[in-house]
């Protein structure tokens, strides 16, 4: 289900201090994936999102931080598998009928890194314009500012825009990364899928 809240382009802008000194711009209007996490609604951006799998079960790989569920073969390519409640510090989502994997590329320095998210549900692409935007808050939202993009107007409330290239660190990324070849060397996932 797909609903445009406004036909507007204006770029929305935050100061954001970089290094104590500098400031950096960033625009958040555009189309977001809403998907439902634990009760709640998150936001992400549709441009980072490959597609939408239903879940499957991930292979675990040892050793992993305890967010990191395991890798899954998508046609050939391995691809690790993360659980968004817990990366947010939440218990572990419940997997029921409606649970998916929702493939993102993100970038990672100067290549793509591929990484599936668990969530409870996806439930629409919503269209926010830069009037719809709010700078992130300080504190407050339950989650690490870092992971926020920006607060989102909906209907008089407002939904988390996440910053999914930040969920991860780069040296988290680069880890998976590496988990990933590694997995897809040994033959450890089934190619099922």
Same mark, same amino acid.
Request: charged letters at 20%; a negative charge.
């Given at each position: 289900?797909?609903?445009?809240?406004?036909?507007?382009?204006?770029?929305?802008?935050?100061?954001?201090?970089?290094?104590?000194?500098?400031?950096?711009?960033?625009?958040?209007?555009?189309?977001?994936?809403?998907?439902?996490?634990?009760?709640?609604?998150?936001?992400?951006?549709?441009?980072?999102?490959?597609?939408?799998?239903?879940?499957?079960?991930?292979?675990?790989?040892?050793?992993?931080?305890?967010?990191?569920?395991?890798? $899954?073969?998508?046609? *050939?390519? @391995?691809?690790?598998?993360?659980?968004?409640?817990?990366?947010? +510090? /939440?218990?572990?989502?419940?997997?029921?009928?409606?649970?998916?994997?929702?493939?993102?590329?993100?970038?990672?320095?100067?290549?793509?890194?591929?990484?599936?998210?668990?969530?409870?549900?996806?439930?629409?692409?919503?269209?926010?314009?830069?009037?719809?935007?709010?700078?992130?808050?300080?504190?407050?939202?339950?989650?690490?500012?870092?992971? $926020?993009?920006?607060? *989102?107007? @909906?209907?008089?409330?407002?939904?988390?825009?996440?910053?999914? +290239? /930040?969920?991860?660190?780069?040296?988290?990324?680069?880890?998976?990364?590496?988990?990933?070849?590694?997995?897809?060397?040994?033959?450890?996932?089934?190619?099922?899928?």
């Amino acid at each position: 289900m797909t609903k445009n809240l406004s036909a507007s382009k204006e770029v929305v802008m935050e100061m954001v201090a970089v290094g104590g000194a500098s400031t950096e711009q960033r625009s958040w209007p555009g189309q977001y994936l809403i998907v439902q996490l634990q009760g709640e609604a998150f936001g992400l951006d549709i441009s980072s999102v490959r597609e939408i799998i239903a879940y499957i079960v991930p292979t675990q790989i040892p050793m992993m931080p305890d967010f990191v569920v395991g890798v $899954i073969n998508l046609r *050939g390519q @391995v691809v690790p598998v993360i659980d968004m409640a817990r990366r947010f +510090g /939440r218990p572990t989502t419940q997997i029921h009928k409606r649970s998916c994997i929702i493939i993102l590329d993100l970038q990672d320095g100067h290549s793509r890194q591929r990484l599936g998210v668990v969530v409870d549900a996806v439930n629409e692409v919503l269209e926010f314009t830069a009037e719809q935007i709010e700078a992130a808050p300080q504190f407050g939202a339950g989650l690490r500012t870092e992971f $926020i993009r920006g607060m *989102g107007k @909906v209907a008089g409330s407002f939904m988390i825009l996440l910053e999914m +290239g /930040r969920v991860l660190s780069l040296e988290e990324m680069s880890a998976l990364s590496a988990v990933a070849a590694e997995a897809d060397a040994i033959g450890a996932v089934d190619s099922g899928s």
